[in-house]
């Protein structure tokens, strides 16, 4: 529907933008989340700069890798190498990132609302804020969950405790040969539960959450909805930002809100139903709870 349509920016003062996601934020009768990479990324939680050398100034030296998310892509030539590189890269932005403040200031804006989390995150930022496990659909998978990477059989595993003993005993960009993680069932290698190719494994869990999403959708159908898009780019938009504009345009009384430093825009068919403001998520949200 909005394919080939033109979009539009908002040219409205932005704190006026800023009252209005506040009154929205109060009033709706649902919210619908849809988190991409910047909500992160305004977290400080950076795959490149400064938090890259700290991390991995030594691949980048050995390798030419110049981030994180490069790297996730890069050819290792053992999967002793391939593990040193994802076991450091899980622990740094999995279980030792901390919580991001505008993921806990956003939960402190919809705590006591009806809302769902729609995110293509992978960082596990939500249940680290204390978002309720049952109102999260993580589309794309799990740095802290591996795989079988045929795959054989549709299971995950968590990879916590092996992660840490990889980071801690992997030397010269290298991890031991007998930590390399291999299937239970087939013994072929596991692969870090992501969404890169037709391998991807939906396990229970995952059918679970999107069944509980779209369920939420089903009830609040034709209510006062607020689909509020955080941080989505163009990467994957028929994940969370086609879907909400084509919700919006459906529902007359729903609102579409994009918070997106530099890529806050909605089509036409939705400009009196919509909320755009280009700027930090982390601001926005510090100035609504002002």
């Known amino acids: 529907m909005f394919l080939r349509t033109s979009t539009w920016k908002s040219t409205k003062a932005c704190s ?3 009252e209005r996601l506040k009154q929205e934020l109060e009033t709706a009768d649902a919210i619908v989340i849809g988190a ?3 909500l992160s990324t305004s977290a400080g939680m950076r795959y490149d700069g400064e938090r890259f050398e700290k991390y991995f100034s030594d691949f980048h030296r050995k390798y030419g890798i110049t981030d994180m998310y490069s790297g996730g892509f890069y050819p290792f030539g053992t999967l002793e190498e391939y593990w040193a590189w994802w076991s450091r890269h899980i622990l740094v932005n999995r279980y030792e990132a901390g919580v991001g403040k505008p993921y806990s200031d956003l939960l402190d804006l919809v705590k006591d609302k009806d809302y769902f989390v729609l995110t293509t995150n992978v960082d596990h930022q939500f249940q680290l804020a204390g978002f309720d496990k049952k109102r999260l659909f993580y589309t794309q998978g799990d740095y802290g969950l591996w795989q079988c990477s045929k795959p054989c059989h549709k299971k995950t595993y968590d990879n916590e405790e092996v992660v840490r003993q990889m980071v801690a005993e992997q030397k010269d960009m290298k991890i031991p040969s007998e930590l390399v993680p291999h299937c239970p069932i087939c013994g072929a290698p596991m692969n870090v539960n992501l969404r890169c190719d037709d391998t ?3 396990d229970q869990g995952w059918h679970r959450a999107a069944e509980r ?3 939420f959708i089903r009830r609040h159908e034709n209510q006062h909805v607020l689909f509020l898009e955080l941080g989505v780019g163009a990467n994957t ?3 969370i930002k086609y879907p909400f504009w084509q919700m919006t345009a459906k529902n007359p009384k729903a609102v579409y809100a994009c918070v997106n430093y530099g890529e806050a825009f909605c ?5 009196r139903q919509s909320i755009c403001i280009d700027a930090d998520i982390n601001a926005v949200f510090q100035k609504i709870l002002a």
């Open 36 to 38: 991409g990479a910047g």
């Open 200 to 202: 991807f494994v939906e």
């Open 237 to 239: 938009p028929v994940i």
């Open 267 to 271: 089509p036409k068919e939705i400009e």
């Open 213 to 215: 999403y779209n369920d």
């Open 16 to 18: 006026n933008n800023i």
